[in-house]
DNA sequence: GTGATTAATATAGACTCTAAATTTAGGTTC
DNA sequence: GAACCTAAATTTAGAGTCTATATTAATCAC
């Protein structure tokens, strides 16, 4: 009745458990002593001291010269510090025209990043080799070999199910590589884990974003084309198929009709009003019709630009509605290419978000810019390492 | 890093785990042996008998009289089952026109019923009242008193937290008695446990209705409004403010508009069609028009009944598409009032979702009937004594 | 009855934790 | 620099839990 593990429960489950606790106060604390993670754990001292020996043993510990925190009384402390140098974990955004790649320590610091174009791109084969070349670069920089890398997390723009494969249903799919995973196993050897770039995002923004310390949140991926990523109570939603946060509903929707997102809508809609000459905007004056150019003239006061982002504003508190009624998270975060820009919209789409729900959740603009999936990707990575840490044994050179 | 208890683990932990789980195997399977539970387990004889101790101890396990399974050879084992008559629960709907009381053994298994109509109530004391009546009457009928009642589930028709508050947010819902909890248990003495009627519904379509096994499940209760209840891998979604599976986000989708459910919506199609005089149907002919009498008429071949029935279905069909989409569950269950009978609309309803996407969840028809919702409160009530089983304490009069 | 078979019971040992007594490594004070 | 103070480390004893193995018990077959 009540859950369980999945074998009996020995005495060294004992010990498990609470040297997980134990490294979840470290590797979220600082420097701690033995007393200062007897009072955060509930352990005794003696408790404390041998788990923290087993910790070093394994490489997840390191144990600092004996001193004290200012207060200079009595017999010094032992002072143990988490190993974030124990491994490093990987986070690879594969998108459509770029991918992006961040190596990472174990709390999750950026070490390196590096990324390569893909908007050439032909075939499965060269997407994989560019990513390599990223990988093999971000390694370079910060001289850590793949040896040391304890899993990577990978976004890409596809349904991923919860095992971790790319489900392609649409022709566009097909031209994805559905292996990726398993050639950057072989070439690198480190575990790889697929997930959905949305997804990716909401982990990012709940980590290290607009949404730390809110468990109900989404993210609303709204550049070329819009796409979500759910979390209720801290846990992603996947679906049957991982296409929790699929928004090909919007067809379906009065004033939206398609998943074109913010970036997108905003050129066609300059286009479209560029094509009547009689109309007098500075638009005119830019070589190429581009979001940015949009949002640009609207911010410099150009009427024409300003009343194609009352529209698209209008056109997205749409989208936030519908995600914001159904799921009732209490934070929805913009983000992808458009998002700083973005925030000239939020006052427009919150003034609608309230004609539609007498409880709208709030809206926030993404602050983690074009890493918001790579850095989610890092999150999904250490979750996995925090999952398996007392399995994994470490590559002691570290 | 592991997720750990928030206590620390001792000795005693391993005892509490190892009894939750052979009280898990005990709970689901019928009669076990000693060597049965051996190796449903993994653990030693040794322990399995200390465990079963206690658990009888405790109350929750009865042992019977030493046998065998048909092939008889050996020492007799010593059997264990579980003690469903340990404790009671109750599973409570309150509707806006009806209160169902279930009364349930630990199994789940239906003891005794009771209902009262709640058309005529006017306050929220009235309101208290009836379904106060209908729980002492199933009490009654099983001989059941308070006290051996170890959690009551309770559904109502709008939003809850998750720390169990009703959450008012129109004026509607301001005429009901959002203190009913506190209410019930001042009365009885039992703990209330509130929970949204569509979230309970899809709890009981995943443990005895359709959805048994399907883990990413909804459930749209289609009556005179609409509601869902949504699962993802196997827990339910809440949302911020119990707000998740809130359809008011239908009054923006196209070919739906408002929230009305199946049953209103077909009503109010028969009634304009029936204004326009030259329209022959034998609905004609019944004194007053309602959903059943659509049915009844498609049913028996009525052309224009037929027609409504389309209608109906292509704007379920879209609700359905929407929900699929968005949250991806394998299976969106109907129910409500009109469950049976939209069993006519099931293969409209499945073939217009496939123009809406390539990967449609499958539909099906609840089985369960106007219990959909206290079935789902009985298991609300059943999980919440599964988690605190080892910390109730048993009236041993049982 | 005697033997075979299966399970219950008893005993010994290992691992984990807590709790309390003892020791240690610094300071401070005179 | 010796005596004292303090906080932490270390040691020791004890209790709870599990496994593993040996012993005993109950039943059936012959």
């Given at each position: 009745m009540t859950s369980a593990p999945v074998t009996a429960a020995t005495p060294a489950l004992l010990r498990r458990v609470n040297a997980g606790k134990l490294l979840g106060v470290l590797s979220t604390a600082g420097v701690m002593t033995g007393t200062g993670l007897i009072q955060a754990t509930g352990l005794t001292r003696a408790t404390v001291h041998a788990v923290c020996n087993d910790l070093i043993d394994m490489g997840w510990v390191v144990e600092l010269d004996p001193g004290r925190d200012d207060t200079a009384v009595g017999r010094p402390s032992r002072r143990f510090e988490f190993n974030s140098r124990a491994g490093y974990v990987l986070g690879i955004d594969i998108g459509a025209g770029?991918?992006?790649?961040?190596?990472?320590d174990l709390r999750g610091e950026t070490l390196a990043k590096a990324g390569r174009s893909l908007s050439s791109v032909?075939?499965?084969?060269?997407?994989?080799?560019?990513?390599?070349?990223?990988?093999?670069?971000?390694l370079a920089v910060a001289d850590v070999r793949d040896s040391q890398v304890l899993a990577a997390g990978v976004g890409v723009a596809a349904p991923v199910d919860r095992a971790g494969n790319i489900l392609v249903d649409d022709e566009f799919w097909r031209r994805f590589d559905t292996?990726?995973?398993h050639r950057l196993t072989e070439l690198h050897g480190w575990p790889v884990l697929l997930e959905n770039d949305a997804n990716l995002a909401v982990l990012g923004e709940h980590w290290r974003g607009q949404g730390q310390g809110i468990d109900d949140l989404a993210v609303l991926l709204a550049g070329e084309r819009f796409?979500?990523?759910?979390?209720?109570?801290?846990?992603?939603?996947?679906?049957?198929?991982?296409?929790?946060?699929e928004m090909l509903y919007l067809k379906l929707v009065e004033g939206v009709g398609d998943t074109h997102g913010i970036a997108r809508t905003t050129r066609d809609q300059a286009v479209a009003?560029?094509?009547?000459?009689?109309?007098?905007?500075?638009?005119?004056?830019?070589?190429?019709?581009t979001a940015e150019e949009v949002f640009a003239a609207a911010a410099?006061?150009?009427?024409?630009?300003?009343?194609?982002?009352?529209?698209?504003?209008?056109?997205?508190?749409?989208?936030?509605?519908?995600?914001?009624?159904?799921v009732n998270p209490e934070l929805v975060v913009i983000g992808g290419a458009v998002a700083e820009a973005a925030g000239q919209l939020l006052p427009d789409i919150e003034e609608q978000l309230a004609g539609y729900t007498s409880t709208p959740p709030r809206v926030a603009v993404s602050s983690l810019g074009d890493a918001i999936v790579?850095?989610?990707?890092?999150?999904?990575?250490?979750n996995y390492v925090e999952q398996h840490a007392l399995d994994l044994v470490l590559t002691r050179s570290a």
């Open positions: 770029r991918t992006t790649v961040l190596l990472a032909k075939t499965p084969a060269e997407r994989t080799g560019l990513v390599h070349e990223a990988v093999v670069e971000a292996d990726l995973g796409g979500s990523g759910l979390m209720d109570s801290g846990r992603l939603l996947h679906g049957s198929r991982g296409g929790a946060g009003v560029l094509a009547d000459p009689t109309v007098r905007t500075r638009l005119r004056d830019v070589s190429e019709v410099a006061g150009d009427e024409v630009a300003l009343g194609i982002l009352r529209s698209v504003a209008a056109r997205t508190a749409r989208v936030v509605a519908t995600l914001g009624i159904l790579s850095v989610g990707a890092v999150r999904h990575a250490l």
